[in-house]
């Protein structure tokens, strides 16, 4: 949040802020929808129960995990409730359920990459003078860079992390790393978090990834 103050001033921070708002909006709500999509495909009910299988975002926000977001540029939404026994498969069940919020975000970075591409380049044009303009640009941007985030923050396997999930599903019961990150995975984080090293860790990986990507699109389009 304080970056994009940083960046813009006056009108255009005002609108940065409200695009970086929806985009966080967007990208937790189809994380969690997804999870509770592949559930729901997998046999089990209870996300549509508790009124999860939606597009609804205010279903999957959790205020406090939003503000943290807003603030730090981490935080989370409300878990989506499942019940594995309901799997028609269990370990399989859980590692799709597990990898489907990063699945779709990081389908949508490809495509909002795609169109910040085509957009840089002109094949879609937009007047970035007009408030609509800029807010639609850095919109496409702001999207593809928090599911890009999110992707890779989800997929650290750190508890209770989508990463974390994906491996415990195929990992026996009584491992030592699963049950150290059951007891001390959120602690674990907030000293990541406040060292500086996830920040590190997400940036690295985001360059590493999003720089070829761009370079695949621009390559492909023009």
Known sequence: MFNILNAYSGN?????????FIAILFSLT???FSHAAVAHMQGDLTPKAYGRLTLNPFKHIEPMGMLMLLIVGFGWAKPVPINPIKFKNYRKGMF??????VTTNFIMFLVF???NVLIVNGAIVIDLETSLGFFTFILVNFIAII???LAI???LPIFPLDGFNMVSSFSKTHNSFLQFMQKNGTIVLIVLLLSGILELVISTVYN???LPVTNFFTNLFF
């Open 96 to 101: 799709f359920v597990s990898i489907a919020g």
């Open 30 to 32: 189809i994380h969690e």
């Open 147 to 149: 599911n890009l985030s």
């Open 113 to 115: 990459t795609a169109l």
């Open 208 to 210: 590493f990834i999003s």
């Open 153 to 155: 923050f989800n997929l």
């Open 12 to 20: 255009q921070a005002i609108i940065a802020i409200l695009a970086f």
